[in-house]
């Protein structure tokens, strides 16, 4: 669902699509539209997800990492999301996490919402 399906719950608008194309993974290559916005470095399929990422206000050639993680619980699946290897941004690297972090917030209600 995570990987297969992203383009079903990953959300519109400039926010979380910046290109405003369908989100999709090409062989190792995240895509929104026509545009590389990822790459996989790592996939063990149910079990862990790690992408090379960069979308929106990143500068060129400035990459983070997120690592994805699924675990089975009693309750269904737990998703963890790490998302590391920020670049210091004249001093705004804080504020910068912030938003991303808020933009994380944005996008994991509409995953639990797809998995329903």
Known sequence: MFTQEIDSWWKQGPKFRLFGGQVRFEAERMMEGEHQ?????????????????????????????????????????????????????????AEFRTVVGLWWGGLIPAYRSAMA
């Open 37 to 93: 916005i990822g790459k996989v470095l790592t996939q063990v399929p149910g079990e862990r997800l790690v992408l090379e990422l960069w979308t929106w206000s990143f500068r060129p050639n400035e990459r983070t990492e997120v690592e994805i993680t699924f675990d089975a619980i009693a309750e269904g699946t737990r998703v963890t999301i790490v998302h590391r290897l920020w670049h210091e941004r004249d001093g705004s690297g």
